[in-house]
T-cell receptor
Framework: GEKVEQHESTLSVREGDSAVINCTYT??????FPWYKQEAGKSLHFVID?????DRKQSQRLIVLLDKKAKRFSLHITATQPEDSAIYFC??????????FGDGTQLVVKP | DMKVTQMPRYLIKRMGENVLLECGQDMSHETMYWYRQDPGLGLQLIYISYDVDSNSEGDIPKGYRVSRKKREHFSLILDSAKTNQTSVYFC????????????FGPGTRLTVL
């Protein structure tokens, strides 16, 4: 089955800098790649996704890049703010009813 | 208002007791999920439900069962709870087959003593 790996378990950046979280996946059939954010003590909520028919998507300060050849995708957060501090989960789905999550990256934005 | 609710939010049980966790959604989503989250282990999928009475095991179904009699409700049952089932449990729902965003409930923190 699919296996999603998040390469950074923790990431610390200065406020205003960019943060990059990298993920890889194994199943070439995966076609949908969402990202979720979990603030301390709270639930997960969706932040952005990308589908395999594009290689870049941007929503305000969030940019997702997809490299299908390398089976790699990444979340870029530009101009980071303290409220960006959270755990970020990447995920992959092959439209076969399952979504596979990475183990999460703890992002700390220092003032 | 698109929402997933979970009840109860906090629960303390003794080993061997039965546990019922309830989840509801108001979006008429066909697919619903139960996950557990333990520190450092990310999300582990327990069960998936594709619609009423159409459920499938996830990665860690042992010790759990589910019930879905109405599209908007999905229950997780622990018969004779064990201490290693202490965890935070999340319910989620999505339209279609997982290629759309999942909406997560607020979670239930279960402690089994």
């Amino acid at each position: 089955g699919e296996k999603v790996e998040q390469h950074e378990s923790t990431l610390s950046v200065r406020e205003g800098d960019s943060a990059v979280i990298n993920c890889t996946y194994t199943d070439t059939a995966s076609s949908y790649f969402p990202w979720y954010k979990q603030e301390a003590g709270k639930s997960l909520h969706f932040v952005i996704d990308i589908r395999s028919n594009v290689d870049r998507k941007q929503s305000q300060r969030l940019i997702v890049l997809l490299d299908k050849k390398a089976k790699r995708f990444s979340l870029h957060i530009t101009a980071t703010q303290p409220e960006d501090s959270a755990i970020y989960f990447c995920a992959a789905s092959n439209s076969n009813n399952r979504i596979f999550f990475g183990d999460g990256t703890q992002l700390v934005v220092k003032p | 208002d698109m929402k997933v609710t979970q009840m109860p939010r906090y629960l303390i049980k003794r080993m061997g007791e039965n546990v019922l966790l309830e989840c509801g959604q108001d979006m008429s989503h066909e697919t619903m999920y139960w996950y557990r989250q333990d520190p450092g282990l990310g999300l582990q999928l327990i069960y998936i439900s594709y619609d009423v009475d159409s459920n499938s095991e996830g990665d860690i179904p042992k010790g759990y069962r589910v019930s879905r009699k109405k599209r908007e409700h999905f229950s997780l049952i622990l018969d004779s709870a064990k201490t290693n089932q202490t965890s935070v449990y999340f319910c989620a729902s999505t339209r279609d087959w997982g290629t759309y965003e999942q909406y997560f409930g607020p979670g239930t923190r279960l402690t089994v003593l």
